[in-house]
C-alpha cells in the first residue's frame, strides 16, 4: 500500500492525481481504471474541501486480486457519499441547477464504496474494477 | 488546456480542446467559453484531444449549452473519448447537447436542423 497526505486546497487535487496517475502506471492498472481513480478523487477532493472545509486528505491505494482499491480519509464534516443522491439531467429543457454532479460520478464510477466515520475523520474506501486496458491513450496521458 | 476557436465559411464555431478537463482546465477556459457561447450560431466543441473530464468541466460545458440553447442557438460535442462519453452521459449533459463520433457529423448535423428551423420560418 502506497499513501500521501495532501492539504485541505483545491488545487492539492492535481498534485493527488497526478501522483495518483505515477502510482497507477507502477501498479499496472488499465487506463479506465486510471481514468476512474482520477475522477473519483477530484470529486472527492473538491468535495472535501469546498463543502466540508477539510484541512487535509491522505490517500492510500493498492491492489486486491479482483482489483484496486483507494482510500480516501478527510478531516472536513461528516459526509456519506454512499448515501448521497445521484444527480443527473432529465430531459432536453434548460430550467436547471448547474452543480452537483461529482458525488453521482463517484457511485457511478466505482464498484463499491464502503463508508465510515471514526476518529472525527471521514473514511471512504473505493473499490475498482482492473479489467483489461480498453483505451490505451487513456493510460499513456494519465501516465505523463 | 489548450482552447482554439476558429469559424468556417458556413458559420460554425468550432472550439477545440486539448488537454485535461478538470478543476484547472476548466478554470482556464471558462471566461473564454462563455464569450463564444454569447456569440456562436452554431458551435462544434471538439474533445477528441480531451483525455480526461471531471464535473467542473461538465460544469463548463452545461453552462455553454445553457446559454446557447436560451439564444436559440445550435450546439454538439464531438469526438469524446471512452471515458469522458461516460461522464457526459451519467451526468445527463447528452439529454441537453447531442454527442457525434466527429466534428464533421456534429457540423453537418446542426447546419441541416439551422436550415430547416429558417425554412420553416420564411
Not at chain 1, 26 to 44: H, P, Q, R, S, Y
Request: hydrophobic share 45%.
Amino acid at each position: 500500500m502506497r499513501s500521501r497526505d495532501f492539504p485541505g486546497t483545491v488545487e492539492a487535487a492535481a498534485d493527488a492525481e497526478a501522483w495518483l496517475a505515477s502510482e497507477s502506471g507502477a501498479l499496472g492498472l488499465a487506463g479506465d481504471t486510471t481514468f476512474a481513480i482520477n475522477l473519483c478523487v477530484e470529486e472527492l477532493f473538491l468535495n472535501a474541501v469546498k463543502h466540508g472545509h477539510a484541512n487535509k486528505a491522505t490517500i492510500s491505494i493498492w491492489t486486491e486480486p479482483d482489483g484496486a482499491r483507494l482510500e480516501f480519509v478527510d478531516d472536513g464534516q461528516a459526509f456519506d457519499p454512499t448515501a448521497a443522491p445521484a444527480k443527473r439531467l432529465q430531459g432536453p429543457g434548460t430550467d436547471f441547477e448547474i452543480g452537483g454532479f461529482g458525488t453521482g460520478l463517484v457511485q457511478k464510477f466505482t464498484r463499491r464504496m464502503t463508508y465510515r466515520r471514526a476518529e472525527g475523520a471521514n473514511r471512504l474506501v473505493l473499490e475498482f474494477d482492473a479489467g483489461p486496458n480498453k483505451n490505451p491513450d487513456l493510460r499513456a496521458v494519465s501516465a505523463e | 488546456m489548450d482552447m482554439n476557436v476558429t469559424e468556417t465559411a458556413e458559420g460554425v464555431t468550432h472550439v477545440a480542446l486539448d488537454g485535461r478537463f478538470d478543476i484547472a482546465g476548466a478554470q482556464e477556459v471558462d471566461g473564454r467559453f462563455a464569450e463564444v457561447a454569447e456569440k456562436a450560431k452554431i458551435l462544434v466543441i471538439d474533445l477528441s484531444k480531451v483525455s480526461f473530464l471531471a464535473s467542473l468541466g461538465v460544469r463548463t460545458l452545461m453552462v455553454s449549452a445553457k446559454t446557447m440553447i436560451r439564444r436559440g442557438a445550435y450546439i454538439a460535442v464531438a469526438g469524446a473519448n471512452e471515458g469522458v462519453e461516460k461522464v457526459l452521459r451519467l451526468t445527463g449533459f447528452d439529454e441537453l447537447v447531442g454527442l457525434y463520433p466527429d466534428t464533421a457529423a456534429a457540423a453537418a448535423a446542426l447546419t441541416s436542423r439551422a436550415k430547416e428551423f429558417e425554412s420553416r420560418k420564411s
